[in-house]
């Protein structure tokens, strides 16, 4: 028996209606958002849960199939969450664009299209312009060892802003670098997601040998590498480690109690990027 061939006419009718239950939903979870704005009351902040977001977007890719592109689901998603955080309290980005772009791309796709950025000359701007108030959130490259002048050796404050991303957290969209990764700091607190990463400031009074400093880590029970020194003539050491680490974590007292360290702060940590980041 020959197939009956569908019906143009009735497959965009019910496309339609996909959409107006597509755009009921949105609309029904806005008002749910704004249900939790006025929850918060004269609580004021940007809205931003890194740790909440990361743990629904990995739930999406994770039950995701079919031939739509998981990277456009995704960022549908970004977009949607983007809009909604921006509901909720102040949301503005600093971008460091002096000479690399491409971290204005990557701010853009993770933060929506109607998030305000504002490009920035130099780090240390980004890092005082969060510290201060003017943005909620800075966006720098991920620290390299030819920074002159790491921002990252700023952190060391009680007061300082954190480190609470690392893009791209998704497939990259509109980066002209596609290897391009950045940090991203904010004053609200890191937020474990499940499978995180943490950036650790250490001051040695003494130079260190990597490997020496690797030891460290393990013989504190902690699992990382270190990812730069400052150039700057200080014995300053970035590290990344496994897992989600606050400050009160016993083995950062046991790292701190070795030989030749001189103090050790937890500077902020990042959801797992699903586009293999880590």
């Given at each position: 028996?020959?197939?009956?061939?569908?019906?143009?006419?009735?497959?965009?009718?019910?496309?339609?209606?996909?959409?107006?239950?597509?755009?009921?939903?949105?609309?029904?979870?806005?008002?749910?958002?704004?249900?939790?704005?006025?929850?918060?009351?004269?609580?004021?902040?940007?809205?931003?849960?890194?740790?909440?977001?990361?743990?629904?977007?990995?739930?999406?890719?994770?039950?995701?199939?079919?031939?739509?592109?998981?990277g456009s689901l995704l960022r549908i998603w970004r977009e949607i969450i983007a809009t909604l955080t921006a509901m909720q309290g102040p949301y503005s980005v600093a971008v460091f664009t002096d000479d690399?772009?491409?971290?204005?791309?990557?701010?853009?796709?993770?933060?929506?299209?109607?998030?305000?950025l504002?490009?920035?000359?130099?780090?240390r701007e980004v890092v005082a312009g969060v510290a201060g108030g003017s943005w909620t959130h800075g966006t720098l490259p991920y620290p390299a060892e030819t920074d002159e002048r790491p921002w990252w050796a700023g952190l060391w404050s009680t007061d300082a802003p954190r480190v609470v991303l690392r893009l791209p957290f998704v497939e990259p969209g509109n980066v002209r670098d596609r290897?391009?990764?950045?940090?991203?700091?904010?004053?609200?607190?890191?937020?474990?997601?499940?499978?995180?990463?943490?950036?650790?400031?250490?001051e040695t009074t003494a130079?260190?040998?990597?490997?020496?400093i690797g030891e460290m880590l393990a013989k504190a029970g902690l699992e990382g590498e270190i990812v730069c020194a400052a150039a700057d003539g200080t014995h300053q050491y970035l590290a990344e480690v496994a897992g989600f680490l606050e400050g009160g974590d016993s083995r950062l007292a046991t790292l701190a109690k070795q030989e030749n360290v001189e103090r050790v702060r937890v500077i902020g940590a990042y959801p797992v990027p699903l586009n293999g980041n880590s």
């Amino acid at each position: 028996m020959e197939k009956t061939k569908p019906n143009l006419d009735d497959l965009r009718r019910e496309i339609d209606e996909i959409d107006t239950s597509l755009h009921d939903l949105i609309m029904r979870r806005t008002a749910i958002v704004e249900q939790v704005a006025e929850a918060k009351g004269s609580q004021v902040d940007s809205g931003m849960r890194p740790g909440r977001e990361a743990v629904i977007l990995r739930r999406l890719a994770a039950r995701h199939a079919g031939h739509f592109g998981r990277g456009s689901l995704l960022r549908i998603w970004r977009e949607i969450i983007a809009t909604l955080t921006a509901m909720q309290g102040p949301y503005s980005v600093a971008v460091f664009t002096d000479d690399v772009d491409e971290l204005w791309d990557l701010a853009r796709d993770h933060f929506g299209s109607y998030t305000d950025l504002s490009g920035c000359a130099t780090r240390r701007e980004v890092v005082a312009g969060v510290a201060g108030g003017s943005w909620t959130h800075g966006t720098l490259p991920y620290p390299a060892e030819t920074d002159e002048r790491p921002w990252w050796a700023g952190l060391w404050s009680t007061d300082a802003p954190r480190v609470v991303l690392r893009l791209p957290f998704v497939e990259p969209g509109n980066v002209r670098d596609r290897g391009a990764s950045a940090l991203v700091i904010a004053r609200v607190p890191p937020e474990a997601s499940g499978d995180d990463r943490s950036l650790l400031l250490l001051e040695t009074t003494a130079q260190v040998r990597r490997p020496v400093i690797g030891e460290m880590l393990a013989k504190a029970g902690l699992e990382g590498e270190i990812v730069c020194a400052a150039a700057d003539g200080t014995h300053q050491y970035l590290a990344e480690v496994a897992g989600f680490l606050e400050g009160g974590d016993s083995r950062l007292a046991t790292l701190a109690k070795q030989e030749n360290v001189e103090r050790v702060r937890v500077i902020g940590a990042y959801p797992v990027p699903l586009n293999g980041n880590s």
